[in-house]
Each structure stands twice: as structure tokens, then as C-alpha cells.
């Protein structure tokens, strides 16, 4: 995993905050992580394939997913409901999405899955065990969240069937 593949998907994060929620985001910490507990309550993840393996993950408690779909959705929710879910999991393919595309300039590009939306205390982000992760702790004007970014190079031969 490069700087420039980590700061694709930060990036990603930042610029899909600001223009689709109007929300300013702080990156507040970077640091590699080994175990795949997270440190929120709602968990929003995509598988890559093809040039690249892995997963993007973005993290967050309750409150902030309820302030994230209220803002995204142009409605007020109040607790966890099928809309937040939904909600989250668009805001998820949206920023690796975008990260994407940014590393496809540099190479080809890798094909994502559906996004999964996880909600529970304590859940853990499952990914091969020879990936690395890298932690991004960020805040935002919605309340804080975390990007598990947990990528290698791939063969490319791997895709999965439907591209998003």
C-alpha cells in the first residue's frame, strides 16, 4: 500500500463530504492497525478487485450515521432506520468510488462490490490476514468517523460480476 493509494481514498472522503453533505472534514490521525475491531457502531464496506485487493471501510457511531442520512437524504431521522442504512452504504461506494478513479490514473481499474453496511457494537472488519491496515481517524462537522483502508496490488484477473 503507497501514500498516494491511501491519500486517493482520504482525499475521496474530504471531497465527497464537502459536496455532497457541506461538511468540512479534519484528518486527525493516520496509524497502521493490526486487529479488525472497529471503533464505531456502523461500518460501511467495499471489497476491491482486479488491480487492486481489499477493502475501503468507513466508520462511524450512530449519532453521526443519523446527522450523515439526515444531511445526505434532505430528511430527519432520529435513530437508526433502513434509509440511514441505505444512506451510509451510498456514502461509502461514493468515496471509494472516487478513490478509485483517482488511482486509475496510474492504473487500470479495479472493480468494487456492492456496498455492506454492518451496525453493532464491537463488529469487526473482515480482510485477508496478510493486509495491512491503515486507520485514518477524521472529524467532521457530522460528527467523527474512521476509513479502514486495507489494499495491496492485484493480479487484475480478478473481478467480481457486476461493476459499479
Keep these: 500500500m503507497t501514500a498516494f493509494q491511501v491519500n486517493s481514498f482520504i482525499n475521496a472522503a474530504i471531497n465527497v463530504f464537502k459536496t455532497m453533505l457541506g461538511a468540512q472534514v479534519r484528518r486527525e490521525d493516520v496509524h497502521c492497525k493490526r486487529d479488525r475491531a ?15 485487493m481489499g477493502s475501503v471501510a468507513v466508520s462511524m457511531d450512530e449519532p453521526t450515521a443519523v ?6 437524504l434532505e430528511m430527519e431521522f432520529t435513530s437508526m432506520s433502513s434509509d440511514v ?16 478513479t483517482d488511482l486509475a490514473k496510474d492504473d487500470d481499474p479495479a472493480d468494487i462490490s ?16 496478510e ?9 467532521s462537522d457530522l ?3 474512521a476509513l479502514n483502508i486495507r489494499i495491496k496490488k492485484g493480479s487484475g484477473a480478478e ?5 459499479q
Design 38 to 52: 472497529t471503533l464505531h457502531d456502523v461500518t460501511g464496506t467495499i471489497t476491491l478487485m482486479g488491480s487492486l
Design 67 to 72: 446527522r450523515i442520512a439526515s444531511k445526505f
Design 85 to 100: 442504512t441505505d444512506a451510509i452504504g451510498e456514502l461509502v461506494n461514493m468515496v471509494v468510488g472516487s478513490g478509485k
Design 114 to 129: 456492492v456496498p455492506q453496511v454492518v451496525i453493532g457494537k464491537g463488529h469487526h472488519i473482515w480482510s485477508p490476514p
Design 131 to 139: 493486509l495491512p491496515c491503515v486507520e485514518v481517524l477524521c472529524n
Design 143 to 145: 460528527g467523527p468517523f
Design 159 to 163: 473481478s467480481v460480476s457486476s461493476k
